[in-house]
């Protein structure tokens, strides 16, 4: 194993898988769906690592982890100031896949684990790259561990904004530090709010609308505003014997072997009265009926989603499929393609058997708006958390000092 010094410059710290061989990575701090990557700092938390290989090769693959500034650059900490134990660690828990039509391996490691031991809240970027290449990663994952030294009173609700009232939600909070040495409320707290923890639509840089006994006050009209967006869609191929209700048609390939399935044909819904139904907020299980072990014997699939469209849209206007399956990510593989025979959008990825949550996304302009082909609800469930961070610069790193946890349904 190398330990090759690491330009911090060109470190991604963004969600993000970089090889497109690499699928199915999932992080769970939990069994329960949805799981979010956040664990309590010394406690018995750890994170579980898993995702596949499909390249076909034996590659050694090594975990590195970075401390982050609450904005997500680099900290100028020391690895063994953050991290006890080593800088640098392979995976050595790995297997293939047993009698699949498509050939992996399935890798998992856990963090924390007895050689990596983080010493201090933050963020932190997981990266793992093989061992020979350290600097081409095959995913950067972000994670945040906390501490909780302060509390929240907080309320979600309908937004403020009267034109927002019925598609938006709003979600003020007071920070309350009684035992906590706060010196520069105004300067040194910094807060992020995540939705079904999506950084792409987070808020943060929020300045308080007062402070006093030890409370700071973000109680906004605006600035704490969320688009409620819809409930995600799901479909499962868990069963590949027949079709599903979420399915159009399921064939196996006469050649390969590999399931081809084409789920049901989706509409716009933005203009739909809002219809409730559970949803694991994006998130997706892997799950075959057919097997003992899902990690090894589940198959991977080709899965081909279908939006109808009369006409297509405008060339500055794309729209993406995204959810915890390909981490949000909004890249080529993500973006549909318009087939003018049959008047429709289509995407056709490789998704192992299971369980998932997607939603239709619009791109414009480098604009991303969820609601345009799903529409928006205030009562639509969604999952929040708050983090505050101290930046006091004393501190000589960003200290998260509490998280705060609701969902619409029971805050």
Same mark, same amino acid.
């Given at each position: 194993?190398?330990?090759?010094?690491?330009?911090?410059?060109?470190?991604?710290?963004?969600?993000?898988?970089?090889?497109?061989?690499?699928?199915?990575?999932?992080?769970?701090?939990?069994?329960?769906?949805?799981?979010?990557?956040?664990?309590?700092?010394?406690?018995?938390?750890?994170?579980?690592?898993?995702?596949?290989?499909? =390249?076909?090769?034996?590659?050694?693959? +090594?975990?590195?982890?970075?401390?982050?500034?609450?904005?997500?650059?680099?900290?100028?900490?020391?690895?063994?100031?953050?991290?006890?134990?080593?800088?640098?660690?392979?995976?050595?828990?790995?297997?293939?896949?047993?009698?699949?039509?498509?050939?992996?391996?399935?890798?998992?490691?856990?963090?924390?684990?007895?050689?990596?031991?983080?010493?201090?809240?933050?963020?932190?970027?997981?990266?793992?790259?093989?061992?020979?290449?350290?600097?081409?990663?095959?995913?950067?994952?972000? @994670?945040? @561990?906390?501490?909780?030294?302060?509390?929240?009173?907080?309320?979600?609700?309908?937004?403020?904004?009267?034109?927002?009232?019925?598609?938006?939600?709003?979600?003020?909070?007071?920070?309350?530090?009684?035992?906590?040495?706060?010196?520069?409320?105004?300067?040194?707290?910094?807060?992020? +709010?995540?939705?079904?923890?999506?950084?792409?639509?987070?808020? =943060?840089?929020?300045?308080?609308?007062?402070?006093?006994?030890?409370?700071?006050?973000?109680?906004?009209?605006?600035?704490?505003?969320?688009?409620?967006?819809?409930?995600?869609?799901?479909?499962?191929?868990?069963?590949?014997?027949?079709?599903?209700? =979420?399915?159009?048609?399921?064939?196996?390939?006469?050649?390969?072997?590999?399931?081809?399935?084409?789920?049901?044909?989706?509409?716009?819904?933005?203009?739909?009265?809002?219809?409730?139904?559970?949803?694991?907020?994006?998130?997706?299980?892997?799950?075959?009926?057919?097997?003992?072990?899902?990690?090894?014997?589940?198959?991977?699939?080709?899965?081909?989603?279908?939006?109808?469209?009369?006409?297509?849209?405008?060339?500055?206007?794309? @729209?993406?499929?995204?959810?915890?399956?390909?981490?949000?990510?909004?890249?080529?593989?993500?973006?549909?393609?318009?087939?003018?025979?049959?008047?429709?959008?289509?995407?056709?990825?490789?998704?192992?058997?299971?369980?998932?949550?997607?939603?239709?996304?619009?791109?414009?302009?480098?604009?991303?708006?969820? =609601?345009?082909?799903?529409?928006?609800?205030?009562?639509?469930?969604?999952?929040?958390? @708050?983090?505050?961070?101290?930046?006091?610069?004393?501190?000589?790193?960003?200290?998260?000092?509490?998280?705060?946890?609701?969902?619409?349904?029971?805050?």
């Amino acid at each position: 194993m190398s330990f090759l010094p690491t330009d911090n410059e060109s470190i991604d710290t963004r969600n993000r898988i970089h090889k497109e061989y690499i699928k199915t990575l999932q992080v769970r701090n939990a069994e329960a769906y949805p799981s979010y990557p956040t664990i309590p700092l010394n406690s018995n938390d750890f994170l579980s690592y898993s995702f596949d290989d499909l =390249s076909n090769l034996d590659e050694d693959y +090594v975990i590195k982890v970075f401390h982050c500034t609450y904005d997500w650059k680099i900290s100028d900490l020391q690895s063994n100031e953050y991290l006890r134990g080593f800088p640098e660690l392979p995976i050595t828990e790995f297997e293939p896949s047993f009698n699949s039509a498509i050939p992996y391996v399935n890798y998992q490691f856990d963090f924390p684990n007895d050689m990596m031991i983080p010493l201090m809240s933050g963020n932190y970027i997981i990266q793992v790259a093989p061992d020979d290449d350290l600097d081409n990663p095959i995913f950067t994952s972000r @994670i945040i @561990i906390y501490e909780q030294l302060i509390r929240y009173r907080a309320q979600l609700k309908e937004s403020s904004i009267i034109s927002n009232r019925n598609s938006h939600q709003e979600l003020d909070f007071d920070v309350v530090y009684n035992g906590y040495e706060v010196f520069r409320p105004y300067d040194d707290i910094e807060n992020v +709010v995540l939705q079904n923890f999506n950084w792409d639509n987070s808020i =943060s840089d929020l300045e308080p609308v007062f402070v006093k006994n030890n409370e700071i006050s973000y109680d906004y009209g605006e600035e704490n505003n969320f688009s409620g967006n819809n409930e995600y869609r799901f479909f499962s191929t868990a069963n590949i014997s027949g079709t599903s209700p =979420s399915m159009h048609s399921l064939k196996i390939n006469a050649k390969t072997l590999v399931p081809e399935i084409e789920l049901k044909r989706d509409e716009f819904r933005p203009y739909k009265l809002y219809t409730t139904f559970p949803d694991i907020n994006g998130d997706f299980k892997v799950n075959s009926l057919l097997g003992f072990n899902d990690d090894l014997e589940a198959e991977y699939c080709q899965v081909t989603f279908v939006l109808n469209k009369e006409t297509p849209m405008s060339n500055a206007q794309k @729209i993406h499929i995204l959810g915890g399956f390909n981490f949000n990510q909004l890249t080529s593989e993500s973006q549909m393609q318009y087939n003018y025979t049959l008047k429709r959008y289509e995407l056709t990825t490789l998704l192992k058997q299971g369980y998932y949550n997607y939603t239709y996304a619009l791109v414009e302009d480098g604009e991303l708006d969820l =609601s345009f082909v799903e529409g928006s609800h205030f009562q639509t469930e969604n999952d929040f958390h @708050i983090f505050t961070y101290d930046t006091n610069p004393n501190l000589g790193y960003d200290r998260v000092i509490g998280m705060y946890k609701t969902d619409t349904f029971n805050n």
